[in-house]
Structure formats: C-alpha cells, structure tokens
C-alpha cells in the first residue's frame, strides 16, 4: 500500500491510500478520485515526505479503520435508493417536492454535483472504496 496526499484543483488536501503508483495514476485518469470536500475529480499528488511502512499497532490500526469505512459505506448503501444516473434529476425534484422525500445515491458528473450544491441542494459524495486486494 501507498499513502498520498492528494489535492484538488480547489486547494482542498486529503489522503489516499492505493496499492501502487500505477493504480493511482489509472484511478486519477478514469475519474474514479474524487475530492471529499467539493467531489472535483481534477486530483492530484500534493508534496509529501516519503513515509517507511510499519507492522504492529499501526498496521492493525489500519485495517480497523478500513473495516469501520466499509461499515459505514454499507449502511449509507442499505439506507439509500440507487437512482444511477438519474440523481441529479431525482434530487431536483425531491428538493421542489415533485418527489417523495426519501434518501437517495447514484452519480453525478463533477459540474452536476456543483449545480446542485450551488442551488443549495445537500448532497454528500459517496466514494468507492478500492478493493480488499489494494
């Protein structure tokens, strides 16, 4: 596993975790990075000081962390609605009233993601997770 401090092209700093460099760099190109805070996919390695792995407490530390995020990611699955592609469209309409409040996921492009935000519509990006093997 690699540890990167990544960066949007807001400024905003997160980490990522990946298994090599090749695996950020096909993730980052398909757009399947995105920004916590604003959910950009223009992602990008920020400056950073090379980190030495270490077994034991943190190791383990890791691996209950990663498995308290598949936790949380699986509720958030259980108790939503995939509506796809058409969540922009169905959040717009639950916002009017036009549809029944309920909790909804599914995808939205970068510019889709911001018109909703600016037209002060809550949402939350929801990242895939990488797989066990990374």
């Known amino acids: 596993m690699i540890h990167y401090t990544l960066v949007c092209d807001d400024g905003h700093d997160f980490?990522?975790?990946?298994?090599?460099?090749?695996?950020?760099?096909?993730q980052s190109a398909q757009g399947l990075i995105s920004c916590p805070f604003c959910a950009s996919t223009h992602v990008s390695r920020g400056v950073m000081a090379p980190a030495v792995s270490r077994v034991g407490a943190r190791a383990d530390d890791a691996v209950k962390l990663r498995e308290m995020i598949?936790?949380?990611?699986?509720?958030?699955?259980?108790?939503?609605?995939?509506?796809?592609?058409?969540?922009?469209?169905?959040?717009r309409k639950i916002d009017g009233g036009a549809a029944v409040q309920r909790?909804?996921?599914?995808?939205?492009?970068?510019?889709?993601?911001?018109?909703?935000?600016?037209?002060?519509?809550?949402?939350?990006?929801?990242?895939?997770?990488?797989?066990?093997?990374?």
């Open 15 to 26: 980490d990522g975790w990946f298994r090599d460099s090749e695996t950020f760099e096909s």
């Open 70 to 91: 598949r936790e949380l990611r699986e509720k958030v699955v259980a108790g939503t609605e995939d509506v796809g592609e058409r969540f922009p469209e169905e959040a």
């Open 103 to 134: 909790p909804i996921r599914g995808r939205a492009t970068f510019e889709e993601a911001k018109a909703l935000l600016e037209d002060g519509i809550e949402i939350l990006p929801l990242p895939e997770l990488p797989n066990d093997g990374n």
